[in-house]
């Protein structure tokens, strides 16, 4: 009775994956990816093409703290920076994703403050964000 249901068991793992596969490139052919070329659709772009551009969008929570931590880090020093940083997570819970980016930046920006050393602004980095600052101090700025 074992080696029965063992011997269904490996031919539904064989073909089960086969038969899901087989399905799913079907149903990828069968879909109409382009949309339809009516009227309706051809004027809708010609009408969003007419308006004028939009205002830009306001500087992103992310992107104000980031200048806020550069600046930190240009004028005093990047333990100052790192600090910052650390208190905004712990108070702002929903900046936590860019948390790590934001440290990496600091790094490289570390790195141009003292000119290219990378043992000095290695000094500064601290286990904020999963040491993401120390891997900014070792990766080249874009």
């Not at 969003?48 to 939009?54: E, I, L, R, T, V």
């Not at 990047?78 to 712990?90: G, I, Q, S």
Request: net charge positive; hydrophobic share 45%; with cysteine.
């Amino acid at each position: 009775m074992k080696q029965l249901v063992r011997r269904i068991g490996r031919s539904l793992a064989f073909v089960l994956p086969l038969v899901l596969v087989t399905t799913g490139t079907l149903a990828v052919a069968k879909v109409s990816w382009a949309p339809p070329a009516t009227a309706d659709v051809q004027s809708l772009a010609a009408a969003s093409d007419a308006q004028p551009p939009a205002q830009p969008a306001a500087n992103a929570p992310q992107d104000v703290l980031k200048g806020r931590l550069l600046r930190e880090l240009a004028a005093k020093s990047p333990a100052v920076a790192l600090n910052d940083l650390e208190r905004t997570m712990d108070r702002e819970p929903s900046l936590r994703q860019f948390c790590s980016s934001l440290a990496r930046e600091l790094g490289q920006a570390a790195v141009r403050k003292y000119h290219g050393d990378v043992h000095k602004a290695m000094s500064y980095a601290r286990p904020v964000c999963d040491a993401s600052f120390a891997a900014g101090t070792l990766t080249p700025a874009n």
